[in-house]
Structure formats: C-alpha cells, structure tokens
C-alpha cells in the first residue's frame, strides 16, 4: 500500500504527519510512504530526517490584500494543483492523507480528480480554509478537539481521535522520568519545577513576563526550566533557586517529566502533550490568528487542568501574584493535573492510522 501525507509549516504542523507516518509502519511495515510539503515550510529538514522521502508543490500563501499578489494568485494555483497530480501520478497513492495548511489544498484537489481516496485531519480547534475545503470531498474527517466544527462530506460529523504526536511524550511515565529530566536539565532534584515554552518558535511576551518575575519565582524557591524559542535571548541571573534558559529542547519528554507545572502557548501539540501527560497548565493563547489558540486549551480549561491568561494579562506581577502560589501549593497542582489528565486522548496516531487504512481499502 502507498500513502501520501500532505502538511507542513511549523513544528507544529509537521509533528502530527510524522506521528502517523510512525502509526501507519506500526500497523504495517510494508507500506510505502510519501510526504507532500513546501521547500521553506519545517518539512523540507524534519521529513527527511525522519526517513521519509519528501516531494514539493510551490508555496502559495493566500493574499491577504488585493494587489499584484491576488491577480497572480490563479496562475499560482494551477501550477500547484499541476505540481500535485504530476506528483499523484508518480507515486500512485491508494490514499491521499492532508493536514491542513497551504499543502493540502493541491493534494486534495489532485487526489479527487484521480479518484484517489482522501482523509483530512483537523490539527486545530478551529478548521483552516484548506481542511473546510477538503471535508467537503470525502466521508473520512477526523479532528483533534472535541468542539471543532468541522463536518465530513453529506454533513456527517468528523471522527474525533485528537492530535497525533510523538510516542516519546504520548507513552512518557514522568514520575519515572523525573529525576532523570531534572538532572539533565542542571535542574534542583526537589524544588516546584515550572517549565515556560512558547511553542516551537517560542514567544516574547511570555519569556518577558517570567523573566521578569524571577525574583519571585526564585524567592519561593521554584525552580524554572524557560524555553525561549530559537530566535529569541534571554539572560538572567540565578535568584534563589536554579533557572535554566535554553533556545530549543530536543527532549521535550525530559522536559514534561522534570516539571511540575507549565506556562506556554496553546499551539495544539503544546496543549495535547501538556495536558495528555497529567500536567497543569497556565496556557497563554496567541493573540493573532483566528482564535483557535484560545479554542486548543478551552476543553482542558473547562476540566478543571489549566488556567487560561490573556495575552494582554500576562505580566511579572500575574505570575508572582498567582502563578507563584500555585506552584507553592502541591494539592492543587495533583488536582489540576488529574483533571487535565483524561480530557485529551494519547492514541490519536493509532486512530488515525486505522482510519488511512480502512479509506484506503
Ligand atoms: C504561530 C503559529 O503558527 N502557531 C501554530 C503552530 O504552533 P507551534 O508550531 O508552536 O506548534 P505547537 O505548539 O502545536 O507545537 C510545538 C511543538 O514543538 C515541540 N517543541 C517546542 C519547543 C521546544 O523547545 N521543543 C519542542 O520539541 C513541542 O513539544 C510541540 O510538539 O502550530 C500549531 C499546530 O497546528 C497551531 O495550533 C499554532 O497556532
């Protein structure tokens, strides 16, 4: 059987195709798998890496105003879609899966007019216009939050398996995992640990907030792990407690396991991991976009797991005000992390997986 996943952009965007990818080898290791991105989205290095050959469509960015861009945008879309059946062509799918995303729109299109069956999978809380498009042409849509309008062709509600992500975190057993991510980390064995990410290209306002409020996070000896984001810097003195800052975590399982506590953005990875392993979170949703940060968190934010901030609200005297007493108040922390522990399902991939399978067939 052969298979072609189509998405990419960010991290992010890339971690659920690669996660069913490994979900379909499981199942059977005998099919053939191909990945569908653009030459500047985050697939053109982590797919190969992964192993799995890539082939490319144009990048083409929907124009936001009129102008040169929107009269050149049909020209750009034919030379896509062309891109994407010469591509169909080539590889013989028996099954086109997309993630959303400027991908997916050529493959969804290319894999109808080849009569190929296609899947769509819904990332986020809210459908992007490429998923809204796809869903209308086939019976077999799944979604990552349980509130995502989102329906599969004839009207049919979508299958809610949630977010593939990686078998590292989805099978992570963090109190066995603790002491090994705290030393790894340079991290104090015993302190309240928070863990500060702002998703894969991290976020200012966050880093700024807890940087900020160092002095009384350290000062009621919590410990921090703060994730900054590749492109940003931050440094900072050690106030009473060990903080540790870092540009990117590869182990990000380590990570998860050395804290006890969470401040970041609800990109959906972000909250489908944080939340899937059992941590409580202050989630942050991204101001710009079309709202779905806010929408990713608000099923483990209803539950009783996370507490969710405004962008805007978020300042050094928020965390010292609330975020340090959280983390001083270990009762409550179990108690959020539990809710925040059942609200999201870890085995997303499988589902998935068996869904390309039976569209396939
Ligand atoms: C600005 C933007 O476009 N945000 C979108 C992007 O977020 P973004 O790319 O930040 O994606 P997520 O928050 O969903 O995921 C980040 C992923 O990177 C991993 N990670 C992060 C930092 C690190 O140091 N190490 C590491 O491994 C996390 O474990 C997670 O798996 O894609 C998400 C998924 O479609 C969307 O919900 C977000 O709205």
């Given at each position: 059987m052969r298979v072609l996943l189509a998405g990419g952009g960010t991290a992010g965007h890339t971690s659920p195709l690669l996660a069913t990818a490994a979900a379909l080898l499981r199942e059977d290791p005998t099919i053939e798998i191909t990945c569908l991105g653009t030459r500047e989205g985050l697939e053109a290095r982590l797919v190969p890496e992964a192993g799995f050959p890539l082939e490319f469509v144009p990048r083409m960015p929907l124009p936001r105003k009129p102008g040169k861009a929107m009269l050149q945008f049909p020209g750009k879309m034919r030379a896509q879609r062309r891109a994407a059946l010469e591509i169909i062509d080539r590889v013989k799918p028996d099954v086109v899966v997309g993630f959303g995303g400027y991908v997916s729109v050529p493959a969804y299109l290319a894999a109808r007019a080849r009569r190929v069956p296609i899947v769509v999978h819904e990332g986020n809380a809210l459908p992007g216009i490429a998923n809204r498009l796809g869903a209308?042409?086939?019976?077999y849509v799944a979604v990552s939050?349980?509130?995502?309008?989102l329906k599969a062709k004839g009207g049919d509600p979508a299958l809610y398996t949630g977010l593939p992500i990686r078998r590292m975190i989805s099978t992570l057993d963090r109190a066995a995992l603790r002491a090994e991510g705290r030393a790894a980390f340079g991290l104090d064995a015993e302190r309240p640990t928070l863990l500060v990410t702002g998703g894969s290209q991290g976020a200012q306002r966050i880093n700024a907030a807890v940087s900020g409020a160092a002095g009384a996070l350290g000062g009621a000896g919590v410990q921090v792990l703060h994730?900054?984001?590749?492109?940003n810097e931050l440094t900072l003195e050690e106030q009473g407690a060990p903080y540790k800052v870092l540009t990117?975590?590869?182990r990000m399982d380590l990570a998860l396991a050395a804290a006890d506590a969470v401040l970041c953005r609800c990109g959906s990875n972000t909250v489908t991991e944080t939340s899937g392993v059992g941590l409580p979170a202050v989630y942050v949703p991204l101001?710009?976009?079309?709202?779905e940060q806010a929408l990713n968190a608000a099923p483990v934010v209803e539950a009783g797991g996370g507490l969710l901030v405004p962008d805007a609200d978020l300042s050094a005297e928020w965390i010292a005000e609330n975020l340090v007493p959280l983390m001083t108040d270990p009762a409550r922390l179990a108690a959020m992390g539990a809710a925040a522990a059942?609200?999201?399902?870890?085995d997303a991939d499988d589902k998935l997986a068996a869904l390309v399978l039976e569209a396939a067939r």
């Open positions: 209308r042409l086939t019976p939050f349980p509130d995502t309008p994730v900054i984001g590749p492109k990117y975590v590869d101001p710009i976009g079309n709202g059942d609200v999201i399902p870890l």
